[in-house]
């Protein structure tokens, strides 16, 4: 009878039926009666773990891939966005080389351009702000975002140096150019100067001598015409304290009526 079980359970083994209690059946006297039964039944066990742990692979790979590209633009966006800096790259060396030409003009238009790729990769991190709608912005590796702050800083002070050799003078664009390189770049020293030059012409001399002290320090007091504007602004400030001075005196003095 046991011999006749196991060709039952060997023709139910080979044609791949039967449970696995049936593979692991046992006789009276507690011996195995399908050895085969074991065999097939710690194959299968250990394919449905294989499989589980393919899918917890495939899961776990993926998931990665998700985290990877959280902290990073698109593809599609951050090519974009590389072009219009590359483009902004080549209009500040154009410029660059119109203002040794002593083609003010043509730097400009070079500059101004260059700020507006700029101004549009803004816009592209910035959706929200331009469109006022709820829309995901991408995000840049840090050292292309450096890059950007970078070059919006270097074409806003070249626009400003290149506002300074027109006449007039439009010393308000001046500011609003020097303001912008400060922000972006508070260790540039020529941002400071040429802000502290252009409140000086304003007549503004507090804010003159704010940007060119900032400037002086910088420069560790070794820049020369940083210290020679200082020193004129200085002056002006002790013309302008003598007059309210002398004013507020004479007022003390005027009898009343």
């Given at each position: 009878m046991s011999e006749l079980n196991n060709d039952n359970n060997k023709r139910r083994l080979t044609s791949?039926?039967?449970?696995?209690?049936?593979?692991?059946?046992?006789?009276?006297?507690?011996?195995?009666?399908?050895?085969?039964?074991?065999?097939?039944?710690?194959?299968?066990?250990?394919?449905?773990?294989?499989?589980?742990?393919?899918y917890i692979t495939i899961g776990a790979i993926r998931l990665c891939k998700g985290l990877a590209?959280?902290?990073?633009?698109?593809?599609?966006?951050?090519?974009?966005?590389?072009?219009k800096l590359t483009k902004a790259r080549e209009l500040k060396e154009k410029g660059n080389e119109h203002f040794k030409q002593q083609q003010v003009k043509k730097a400009i238009q070079s500059y101004h351009s260059g700020l507006m790729y700029v101004k549009g990769i803004d816009q592209d991190l910035n959706p929200n702000k331009?469109?006022?709608?709820?829309?995901?912005?991408?995000?840049?590796?840090?050292?292309?975002?450096?890059?950007?702050?970078?070059?919006?800083?270097?074409?806003?002070?070249?626009?400003?140096?290149?506002?300074l050799k027109q006449e007039p003078v439009r010393y308000e664009r001046v500011v609003s150019c020097c303001e912008h390189v400060t922000e972006l770049r508070p260790q540039n020293i020529k941002g400071w100067y040429r802000l502290g030059l252009a409140h000086?012409?304003?007549?503004?001399?507090?804010?003159a001598s704010d940007a060119l002290k900032k400037a002086n320090?910088?420069?560790?007091?070794?820049?020369?015409?940083v210290k020679k504007l200082l020193l004129s602004v200085d002056q002006e400030l002790k013309k302008e304290n003598k007059k309210f001075s002398d004013m507020f005196k004479n007022s003390l003095l005027v009898k009343p009526t």
């Open positions: 791949g039926k039967g449970s696995v209690e049936d593979w692991l059946k046992v006789d009276e006297e507690g011996f195995i009666i399908n050895c085969f039964g074991w065999i097939q039944a710690v194959v299968t066990i250990l394919r449905s773990s294989w499989d589980r742990l393919s590209m959280a902290g990073h633009a698109p593809p599609a966006a951050e090519q974009l966005i590389r072009q331009i469109l006022g709608k709820c829309q995901d912005a991408p995000s840049l590796p840090q050292d292309v975002k450096e890059e950007v702050t970078d070059m919006s800083a270097h074409l806003h002070n070249n626009l400003a140096a290149c506002l000086y012409h304003l007549r503004d001399y507090d804010k320090t910088l420069a560790g007091g070794q820049d020369m015409a």
